[in-house]
């Protein structure tokens, strides 16, 4: 690892959290207050890491993922059913894990989890960006706490032979 990326990734740890929004932010007790002032505000969706290898924790991830999925895409065809003539898709690639929460202690099993999509019709055109935060408990299941459509559908971004199935 270079001497550069270490450096940053030390600032990273060092200098910034997540708020409540999701926004990647400076610490108000950074240990390196000359540092961190050059640290900007990144947005979460922009500061996902992406994973270039297969690991237990994706794979576990994953098949979370999938088992939300039809949920999430209930909520998808009842959010879009006014501005698409058609329910839009959604993959699980296109699902990131924003946040996981234990919500009573360690070993708790009440949980929430934030996970936001990018749902599409036809050959994977983006039709928008959605924040989903289900409860995962052995009390209620699994209940979508919180829905936020973040962005889309917008005209220009669809090709004209698809521009149709916008009302």
């Given at each position: 690892?270079?001497?550069?990326?270490?450096?940053?990734?030390?600032?990273?740890?060092?200098?910034?959290?997540?708020?409540?929004?999701?926004?990647?932010?400076?610490?108000?007790?950074?240990?390196?207050?000359?540092?961190?002032?050059?640290?900007?505000?990144?947005?979460?969706?922009?500061?996902?890491?992406?994973?270039?290898?297969?690991?237990?924790?994706?794979?576990?991830?994953?098949?979370?993922?999938?088992?939300?999925?039809?949920?999430?895409?209930?909520?998808?065809?009842?959010?879009?059913?006014?501005?698409?003539?058609?329910?839009?898709?959604i993959y699980p690639y296109y699902v990131d894990v924003i946040e996981t929460e234990r919500l009573n202690g360690f070993?708790?099993?009440?949980?929430?989890?934030?996970?936001?999509?990018?749902?599409?019709?036809?050959?994977?055109?983006?039709?928008?960006?959605?924040?989903?935060?289900?409860?995962?408990?052995?009390?209620?299941?699994?209940?979508?706490?919180?829905?936020?459509?973040?962005?889309?559908?917008?005209?220009?971004?669809?090709?004209?032979?698809?521009?149709?199935?916008?009302?």
């Amino acid at each position: 690892m270079s001497k550069w990326l270490m450096h940053v990734l030390v600032l990273l740890t060092l200098c910034l959290n997540f708020d409540s929004l999701g926004v990647l932010k400076q610490k108000s007790d950074c240990s390196v207050p000359a540092a961190c002032s050059d640290v900007f505000e990144i947005h979460a969706a922009n500061a996902v890491i992406k994973p270039e290898q297969d690991s237990r924790e994706l794979q576990l991830q994953d098949m979370l993922v999938l088992q939300l999925l039809p949920k999430m895409h209930d909520k998808l065809t009842e959010a879009y059913s006014d501005v698409l003539t058609g329910t839009p898709d959604i993959y699980p690639y296109y699902v990131d894990v924003i946040e996981t929460e234990r919500l009573n202690g360690f070993r708790g099993f009440d949980l929430r989890i934030t996970l936001q999509a990018v749902p599409t019709v036809g050959p994977h055109i983006p039709v928008g960006e959605d924040r989903f935060t289900f409860q995962i408990s052995p009390i209620v299941g699994v209940k979508l706490l919180e829905f936020k459509h973040l962005k889309g559908p917008k005209k220009e971004d669809f090709p004209p032979n698809y521009q149709d199935i916008l009302r």
